[in-house]
Every structure is written in structure tokens, then in C-alpha cells.
């Protein structure tokens, strides 16, 4: 079952102590919080990769080359810019089917021939990504070509694409971020009155909680691998 926004307040509050402690966040207030502090946090180390269709109808006004990758959750980063392939050499080698021991030889010329032309072809491109959205390929021979992004964003504000073996940190973290914001809150006023006298709250407390929660478990998704495709040649 995935994580989902009433089931991630409710271990929140409990965490807390709610009901028998008050907390000075509405539960939309600690969703807002989260969404703007945590899931961007969050999804720089474990991020949700997506795929989109990008055309000249996505080009930045008056450029040729300048394509705006807009995404509603964000933008982290671009991974790989998948052009159309439209002619051998654009692969680097001919078609490849299985040869004979006779045409061996002649396979072989063919590799090298493509492999030559690839690097003139007027398909080899290359691509620089300015965040938040400026995806620049060059050279600038696209117009009227529709081509294939695969690019990192951040997850989905319903929480729906956290990853179930990353639940845990995900709410560890956003744990931290309330514990952070409460603390912030409560510090503006040290004491409380009450007819027993004044008691004094526990703001140094949570602040230490919720920095031993985000570092411990930024240092946990520090140690992830790589999300990379490593082409063996």
C-alpha cells in the first residue's frame, strides 16, 4: 500500500504526542510544509524518473535550439535526450544481423564506415541542461522532429510514487521538517503559563530530534548508488 497524505499526518501527530499535546500546525499547514521542504529534499536522492515528448511547440520563443522542459512537480535534472533514429550510421554500426562466415569481412568494413560517418552525421547531437528548465541541444537541426527525454523530477505531491522501501526515510525526514517548524514556533515564546505555574517547553528537544533524524537518514540515502545507465562497450 502506497504512502499517502492522511496515513504520513497521522504517524506524524502520533509522533508528537497529539492528542494529548497540542500542535500549532493546521494539518493542511504540515502538508504545505512538507510538499515545499521534504519532497523536493527528499527527491534529490531518491528521485522519480520520468519520460517526455519534446517538439517545436516546446521551443523558448524566438531561439531554435532552446527547448523548455516544463514539469508541474520540478525538474532535478536530465539524464539522456533520445533523438529519432532514422538512418544506420545514426547507431554508430549497420543494421545488425547475424553474418556469415563469408561476410565477416565485409561486417566488419561496415562498423568502421558507421562509426565514421556517426561522428559527421547531422544527427549527432549534444545537450546541456540549465535548471529549472532550459534544455539546449546543439547543433540546431531538430525543428519539426519530436524527441524522447528522460529526466529526474520530483515526486508527486499525493505521495504516491515514494518508493515503499524508502518509506521510512521519507517520513523520518518530514518528521524532522515538522520538528524543525515547531520549534521555530514554540521558540518565539520559551514558557507557558498554567495553573501549576510556568512551564518551560521543550524547543532544544525537538531541535536535536530532528537533526539527528535528517542527518541520519541523509547520511543512509548519501550511500545510494548512482541512478546511471553504465554502457559496456
Given amino acids: 500500500m502506497s504512502l499517502t497524505p492522511s496515513s504520513l ?64 512537480d ?20 549497420p543494421w545488425l544481423l547475424m553474418p556469415g562466415f563469408d561476410e565477416l569481412p565485409n561486417t566488419i568494413i561496415d562498423i568502421h564506415v558507421a562509426r565514421t560517418r556517426q561522428l559527421y552525421s547531422l544527427w549527432r547531437h549534444v545537450w546541456e541542461f540549465i535548471p529549472p528548465n532550459r534544455l539546449f541541444i546543439y547543433p540546431s537541426r531538430l525543428q519539426g522532429v519530436s524527441f524522447l527525454v528522460r529526466y529526474e523530477k520530483v515526486h508527486l505531491k499525493d505521495f504516491s510514487t515514494i518508493p515503499a522501501r524508502f518509506e521510512h526515510s521519507f517520513r523520518n525526514l518530514a518528521l524532522a521538517t515538522v520538528l524543525d517548524n515547531i520549534a521555530s514556533v514554540r521558540s518565539k515564546y520559551q514558557t507557558i503559563a498554567t495553573p501549576f505555574g510556568e512551564i518551560t517547553l521543550n524547543v532544544e528537544d525537538l531541535r536535536t530530534r530532528a537533526d539527528t533524524l535528517r542527518t541520519q537518514e541523509l547520511e543512509r540515502l548519501s550511500t545510494l548508488p548512482p541512478n546511471t545507465i553504465v554502457e559496456l562497450a
Avoid: C, M
Avoid at 536522492?45 to 522542459?69: I, M, Q, R
Avoid at 525538474?75 to 550510421?89: G, N, S
Fill in 74 to 93: 520540478g525538474v532535478i535534472t536530465v539524464l539522456d535526450v533520445l533523438l529519432p533514429i532514422t538512418i544506420p550510421w545514426t547507431l554508430g554500426h
Fill in 9 to 72: 499526518l497521522t504517524w506524524i501527530k502520533q509522533e508528537l504526542g497529539h492528542p494529548y499535546f497540542a500542535i500549532e500546525r493546521t494539518d493542511e499547514e504540515l502538508l504545505a510544509l512538507i510538499r515545499d521542504v521534504t519532497l523536493p529534499l527528499f527527491s534529490k536522492y531518491v528521485p522519480l524518473v520520468s519520460f517526455k515528448h519534446l517538439t517545436s511547440a516546446d521551443l523558448a520563443p524566438g531561439t531554435v535550439n532552446e527547448y523548455l522542459l516544463n514539469d508541474p
